[in-house]
T-cell receptor
Framework: EPEVTQTPSHQVTQMGQEVILRCVPI?????FYWYRQILGQKVEFLVS????????KSEIFDDQFSVERPDGSNFTLKIRSTKLEDSAMYFC?????????????FGPGTRLTVL | AQSVSQHNHHVILSEAASLELGCNYS??????LFWYVQYPGQHLQLLLK??????LVKGIKGFEAEFIKSKFSFNLRKPSVQWSDTAEYFC????????????FGQGTELSVKP
């Protein structure tokens, strides 16, 4: 069964460093998403991406964040200068369509720890 | 702002007990509703979903949920839980025609004692 994969599973970085979280969505899916979950809090939407551009982004997704689909298979989330409060579990998801009956399939997550 | 509320933070049950997890959302328009489950060490998986039609939907592993539009609710039920149902359960909504952004509740941790 096709699945969304994410690498790395755990990333430890120093505050101020750049990190890139990687995701490989399901191959025939067109819509891609990043969510995050700070320990003990809700899963929060960060950004959605379709047709090589951002469809929607949340207030959390400020200028420190960017997304890219560099090669037609990977979907990356970059945090330019990490802060302590960026420590969270980051989930990638993909779906065939958006807003309607499309189920979002989630990856296993990357745990980001900022020291 | 639209939000999803799950009433129970942590539920502890014995095997064979019945389960009901509450979920309410605040949005007056059309929504699509989901329950996701996250087993320990695993990723979020879809349990069931509601888009239209019969408000009682059945999902995997014997779970079902009922959409009550007048109460803005989508409660999850299972008549008899098993130890393997121990997991975190998330209710989520998509606001129709608003780009597919899932809005999650805070999650309910279910512990089933053998």
């Amino acid at each position: 069964e096709p699945e969304v994969t994410q690498t790395p599973s755990h990333q430890v970085t120093q505050m101020g460093q750049e990190v890139i979280l990687r995701c490989v969505p399901i191959s025939n899916h067109l819509y891609f998403y990043w969510y995050r979950q700070i320990l003990g809090q809700k899963v929060e939407f960060l950004v959605s991406f379709y047709n090589n551009e951002i469809s929607e982004k949340s207030e959390i997704f400020d200028d420190q964040f960017s997304v890219e689909r560099p090669d037609g298979s990977n979907f990356t989330l970059k945090i330019r200068s990490t802060k302590l409060e960026d420590s969270a579990m980051y989930f990638c998801a993909s779906s065939e369509n958006a807003g309607g009956p499309g189920e979002q399939f989630f990856g296993p997550g990357t745990r980001l720890t900022v020291l | 702002a639209q939000s999803v509320s799950q009433h129970n933070h942590h539920v502890i049950l014995s095997e064979a007990a019945s389960l009901e997890l509450g979920c309410n959302y605040s949005y007056g328009g059309t929504v699509n509703l989901f329950w996701y489950v996250q087993y320990p060490g695993q990723h979020l998986q879809l349990l069931l979903k509601y888009f239209s039609g019969d408000p009682l939907v059945k999902g995997i592993k014997g779970f079902e949920a009922e959409f009550i539009k007048s109460k803005f609710s989508f409660n999850l039920r299972k008549p008899s839980v098993q130890w393997s149902d121990t997991a975190e359960y998330f209710c989520a909504v998509i606001l129709y025609n608003q780009g597919g952004k899932l809005i999650f509740g805070q999650g309910t941790e279910l512990s089933v004692k053998p």
